[in-house]
């Protein structure tokens, strides 16, 4: 079960050989994938040699290889956790009972909606990402892209393997559709809205990496504990992968604002601050640099968006999503209540006499709000960590992640203006300030600016850090990728 086959067109682990007509239904599949992937892949790379992890085992100790490769010759595969022996259903009316096997009929639908939504992220994130390469800040980072990138190819294959396994020719549709939408297609879009928006500038890229990964860690997590069992071992590799998109998105900011230096950490942007003896953006964005404040807005954009994402915070299909076993909460396992929440409340925000006001509900009612809040605690840790650089580099700025109704376009809070502070605000005020809370036109053309083609082993654009170690212990000026 750990080790994977690759002897085979599909490498996998889930016995594919033994099933000729799923195996002949995939491997019809895949050349579609292929020419999805030439279209819609990183723009101009098929033919660089990319120093890539591949998947090899699902052994936690050594599943991944690390190896030269041409992007399109990357084995993409089927690759599920091993099952556990008489796993039961531990949440909702069917706790207690085995775990499925197969996709109980009356919730057929619900659980392909939800590997539909899932799956259809996967390859929005890469083409959304796809012409980054082009003006990447380093081959290090040129690297990191690309890896996220066949990465995020690999769980749409996650997916699609549970699609044509368990869904009949419905699900065949479903994988044919998964290559056929585009983000930010108007006539064709992908389906959450977050996925749909640009990836501008690499600035972008890392707050994306760090905040909307983020978002499918959760989201993987609550599939985790699905009572659908190839579901739950399928979603639990796919966190070990998601783990390194992570990375790559904090460790960027990180580094956009921080330098090795003198042994110690101090920030590239801070010791700019303390070179000019100012923290004026202006001055800083005239020696090259990324200012705080656009940062800040970087991160207030972001995680607004990426918050949306988890759904209107009082939702039925979220109740019978957990209710009928479909899809748990994050570490679901590791909580101590009776798992079922019937009778339970939580609390969620509404607009009451022009201000923001707490509200008691069904907590079955409110699981989305119960994961978007799991989501922020997670989240909001990482932008401490950015401000333990800045408090190295003795600067007094600091970041901090906007409230949650600021900036919503979903649920009640999308009827509202409210500051990153959490005030309700006017349309006036809003219009005022908008431009010193979310990213303005001038922002993002100064931001782009700075972006240029940077791929010298060991040459960083200047207004980013090296890293401190390379990718599996490479030096840092290591020949990441040959373009050949
Ligand atoms: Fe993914
Ligand atoms: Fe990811």
Not at 23 to 40: C, F, G, I, T
Not at 143 to 168: C, D, I, P, S, T
Not at 247 to 259: A, K, M, N
Request: glycine content about 8%.
């Amino acid at each position: 079960m750990s080790s994977i086959d690759y002897s085979e067109k599909i490498p996998n682990n889930v016995n594919l050989s033994e099933d000729r007509t799923l195996q002949r239904a995939l491997e019809h599949w895949q050349p579609n994938y292929l020419s999805w992937w030439q279209d819609m892949g990183p723009d101009g790379s098929q033919n660089f040699d990319v120093y890539l992890r591949t998947a090899v085992s699902v052994d936690p100790q050594g599943w991944a290889q690390f190896g030269h490769v041409k992007m399109p010759d990357y084995r993409w595969g089927i690759f599920l956790n091993p099952g556990e022996a008489d796993r039961k259903i531990h949440f909702g009316d069917h706790k207690g009972e085995n775990a499925w096997q197969d996709v109980p009929g009356e919730y057929r639908a619900n659980l392909r909606r939800i590997i539909v939504t899932q799956g259809d992220t996967e390859p929005a994130s890469v083409e959304q990402q796809r012409h980054l390469g082009l003006t990447a800040p380093s081959q290090y980072d040129l690297r990191n892209l690309f890896q996220v990138n066949v990465e995020e190819g690999r769980h749409l294959w996650a997916m699609v393997y549970l699609l044509h396994k368990y869904f009949g020719r419905d699900g065949r549709e479903e994988a044919e559709a998964l290559l056929e939408r585009r983000s930010g297609q108007e006539d064709n879009p992908r389906i959450l809205q977050a996925f749909n928006e640009a990836t501008p500038d690499w600035l972008s890229f890392f707050m994306f990496t760090y905040f909307t990964d983020r978002d499918g860690k959760f989201q993987l997590c609550a599939l985790a504990e699905s009572s659908f069992d190839p579901l739950a071992r399928t979603t639990k590799f796919m966190l070990t992968e998601e783990a390194h998109h992570m990375f790559v998105g904090e460790s960027g900011v990180g580094r956009v604002i921080s330098r090795t230096a003198q042994g110690r950490v101090i920030s590239r942007t801070a010791q700019m601050i303390n070179e000019l003896k100012t923290d004026d953006p202006a001055k800083l964005r005239a020696a090259g640099v990324i200012d705080l404040q656009t940062i800040q807005r970087y991160i207030n954009f972001h995680f607004s968006v990426t918050i949306d994402l988890f759904g209107a915070d009082e939702s039925s299909n979220a109740a019978t999503f957990y209710s009928t076993g479909l899809k748990g909460r994050y570490e679901e396992g590791k909580r101590t209540d009776d798992h079922v929440l019937k009778g339970q409340t939580y609390r969620v925000l509404e607009v009451r006499n022009g201000k923001l006001a707490e509200k008691e509900v069904p907590m079955l009612n409110a699981l989305n709000e119960v994961l978007r809040d799991d989501y922020i605690k997670d989240s909001v840790a990482g932008v401490e960590r950015w401000n333990k650089i800045l408090d190295k580099a003795g600067i007094s700025f600091r970041f901090k992640a906007p409230h949650k109704a600021f900036h919503r376009n979903i649920g009640p809070l999308a009827a509202v203006k409210v500051s990153p502070e959490g005030q309700v605000v006017s349309e006036a005020e809003w219009n005022a300030n908008v431009d010193s809370w979310l990213p303005s036109g001038a922002d993002r053309a100064y931001v782009a600016s700075l972006m240029g083609r940077c791929v010298e082993p060991g040459k960083f654009a200047n207004w980013i850090a090296p890293p401190v170690v390379g990718i599996n212990r490479q030096p840092v000026d290591f020949e990441y990728v040959r373009f050949n």
